[in-house]
Nanobody, 126 residues
Framework: QVQLVESGGGLVQPGGSLRISCVSS????????MGWFRQAPGKDREFVGT????????SYASFVKARFIISRDNAKNMLYLQMNSLKPEDTGTYYC???????????????????WGQGTQVPVSS
C-alpha cells in the first residue's frame, strides 16, 4: 500500500517563500511521475506542477509563472515544492500525487494519478 504524506505547510506572508515536502512509503515511487495539486477554499482542486520519474522534466500551471520549483530526491523517496513570491491567491491545501505506472510520463490531470496524500495547508496572509 502506497502512502504519501505532505509536510511543511503553514502561514506565510505575501511575498514570502515556503518549501513543502512529500514522503512516500509502502513501495518505491522512484520510477513514477509525481505532481502537486492545490485546492483553495470553495474551489475545485487544480494542477500546480508535475515532475518526471527522473526529475529531468517538469511542467507547471500557467499561474506559477516561474515562482514555484518542483524537485525530487528518489534516494529519500521525497518530493518537494519550493514556492516563492507567494500571493494570497496561492492559499489552499496542497496535495502531492503519484502516477501508478512506472516510467509513465508527466501528467496534468487528476485522473492520471493513482496515489494521493492528505494535503498540507498553506495560508498566505499578512
Amino acid at each position: 500500500q502506497v502512502q504519501l504524506v505532505e509536510s511543511g505547510g503553514g502561514l506565510v506572508q505575501p511575498g514570502g517563500s515556503l518549501r513543502i515536502s512529500c514522503v512516500s512509503s509502502g513501495r518505491t515511487l522512484s520510477n513514477n511521475a509525481m505532481g502537486w495539486f492545490r485546492q483553495a477554499p470553495g474551489k475545485d482542486r487544480e494542477f500546480v506542477g508535475t515532475i518526471s520519474w527522473s526529475g529531468l522534466t517538469t511542467s507547471y500551471a500557467s499561474f506559477v509563472k516561474a515562482r514555484f520549483i518542483i524537485s525530487r530526491d528518489n534516494a529519500k523517496n521525497m518530493l518537494y515544492l519550493q514556492m516563492n513570491s507567494l500571493k494570497p491567491e496561492d492559499t489552499g491545501t496542497y496535495y502531492c500525487a503519484s502516477r501508478g505506472d512506472s516510467l509513465s510520463g508527466t501528467a496534468v490531470e487528476e485522473h492520471e494519478y493513482d496515489f494521493w496524500g492528505q494535503g498540507t495547508q498553506v495560508p498566505v496572509s499578512s
